[in-house]
């Protein structure tokens, strides 16, 4: 017996062209609706790879993924951060919901022992998310051919797999079943969709980040510190690691 298209449709990693995927996977809400809405699914994937396309630290990378990092780590999973350019910030971490204890920092001494550590951290099982900041770069091949291996430890573990690249990776091929551009005006986070299961969001989402600042930066001799929990922030932050 023949299929119907709506039938077809309802498989995994098919939909039609002008159309969302309307398959059942798991993903987990971001806190912004009119984000969800442009989402296959609803949310954030969880058992896939993302990509975020951005230049430059602290425009809202890491806070825009707050309420998707949270719910991502529910029932004691673990939010593995491999390879940031800063030490996460705890009182803001705390504060989106995320448990300070379940948070992990990785930093490898290679990058070739980053991406071990994210590809062993997705498909164990024990963490619920994982982001990992690859700031060098391979040629296209090699880079392709990690980036399906870190697709596929996502896919065995489970995870929300975070990948962070220049914005000079639109032009390359990716096996990430997501893509989002980010640019930062003033208070506002310009998100666009180039790909995902479904049409290009081509237009710009426009998302308020009322939280201030995106990154916070220690001086002096406790330049390697992470603030006390008493210092006042509502924001996902990073703190610069200057050993």
Known sequence: MRASVAQLV????VWRGGELEHAVHRVVATGFER????????GWPMG?????????????EVTFLAGAL?????????????????LPYAPAIAQSG????????????????????????????????????????????Q????????QLAAQAGDAMAVIYRSTAAERQSTPAHLRVALVREASLLKVRIP????????KSLIL????????????????????????????????????
């Not at 896939?48 to 809202?60: K, M, P, Y």
């Not at 920092?105 to 498909?123: F, G, I, T, Y």
């Open 195 to 202: 790909k995902r299961r479904g049409p290009p969001l081509t």
């Open 10 to 13: 309802q498989l995994p990693g």
């Open 98 to 141: 995320i448990d300070l204890a379940r948070c992990m920092v990785v930093r490898p001494a290679s990058r070739e022992d980053a991406l071990w550590s994210a590809e062993q951290a997705l498909k164990s099982g024990a963490c619920g998310a994982v982001l990992f900041w690859n700031e060098a770069q391979r040629v296209e091949a």
């Open 35 to 42: 984000l969800d809405a442009e989402l296959p699914g609803g």
């Open 48 to 60: 896939a790879l993302t990509e975020v396309l951005h230049e430059g630290a602290g425009i809202g």
């Open 208 to 243: 308020p980040l009322p939280w201030g600042r995106v990154f916070s930066t220690c001086s002096g001799s406790h330049s390697n510190s992470i603030p006390s929990r008493s210092s006042s922030s509502n924001v996902l932050a990073l703190v610069p690691n200057r050993s």
């Open 143 to 150: 880079e392709y051919a990690w980036m399906r291996r870190l």
């Open 70 to 86: 949270a719910r991502a780590s529910e029932g004691g999973r673990l939010v593995a951060w491999i390879a940031p350019p800063y």
